[in-house]
């Protein structure tokens, strides 16, 4: 594998990530609204409580949908060492990431037409898939060539 | 596509400082399309009747910022590889990705805080807006006062050193990924030493 410092700051990174998106069941000191994970992640979610998941009695800082893009990319960047080969030179990477945001868009815009009502569960689930897609179209990136001998 | 990444014993010529440009001019530009956006579902928001709609104005200008500040990263490198250098390689990408993100939200911070000396009401406004959505909205009261309190708190407590501090690191991080993404669209792989 190349570039495994990069690969490691990037996994210490998203690992992070997904830790401060747990909020202040996982933190402690504080409630889920006013704590500084909350605040932390204000930015990038609108954070609403009917549409995130509770730890511990306590709101998580992102809502499900986020808190399913950041699982995602931390899987998928997790299985970089192993799937990376099997992405070089592959067009699948691609075709995952556009079929997994095409299913986000198809999912969001039926509930917003009311065709549907999505729940957390699905929401989590259709999150991951564009996070998951987002780490494993790079892991190319850092699969090392074979070596080719010259005559 | 005419560009390639980085040699090794290319890497002294990847000016830092070339850099800037890139990330200033699609970091500003990516700020001030988010305060735009925001402030158009805001006024919206202000000026609609409470439905009780999931999907008022400011729960869809925070997912339309959320994506679209998301690549920022992916265009800074893009301007790179096509104003600057064609090379680029990965690390670099990551770094012009994370700077991205810490300038547009700097400067969306400080055009939110400019604005607040033009209408120094605008949060009040939406606050009162948004709780009057939430009113109507079908849900228990607990959940209800739990989207209040918590739409209160982040809307009202507000430092603007504490926003920028705290608020950096994740669209940084987001923008860290789709940059390494545009280095793997607008820079050529890395030719191998044999």
Known sequence: MKHHWLWGGMLAAFLLLVLFSLGAGFWGGGNGATHWTHRMMSPVCHQMPDRSFFLEGEQMAVNTRCFGVFTGILAGWLLIPVAGRYTVEKRWPLTLLVVAVMVQIIDVSGNIFQIWENTNLSRFITGALPGFAISIMLADRFVKKPKIKQE | ?194
């Open chain 2, 1 to 194: 596509m005419e560009v390639e990444e980085y040699n090794r014993d290319e890497d002294a010529s990847f000016s830092f400082a070339a850099a800037w440009p890139s990330i200033a001019v699609v970091g500003g530009i990516f700020s001030v399309i988010s305060f735009v956006i925001s402030l158009f579902f805001g006024y919206q928001q202000i000026n609609a009747e409470p439905t009780g709609s999931f999907f008022s104005p400011m729960i869809l200008s925070s997912a339309v910022i959320c994506l679209v500040t998301m690549f920022a990263g992916l265009i800074a490198v893009w301007h790179y590889t096509k104003e600057v250098s064609p090379k680029m390689k990965l690390g670099q990408g990551a770094l012009v990705g994370f700077l991205t993100g810490a300038f547009l939200l700097i400067v969306s911070t400080v055009l939110n805080e400019l604005w607040h000396l033009i209408d120094p009401e605008y949060t009040e406004k939406m606050m009162e807006a948004f709780i009057a959505n939430v009113e109507m909205m079908d849900l228990p009261s607990d959940v209800k006062e739990d989207m209040i309190d918590s739409t209160a708190q982040t809307m009202t407590n507000r430092s603007f050193l504490r926003d920028i501090f705290v608020g950096i690191p994740v669209p940084g991080l987001l923008n860290m990924a789709t940059a390494m993404i545009g280095v793997k669209l607008f820079a050529k792989k890395e030719e191998e030493s044999f």
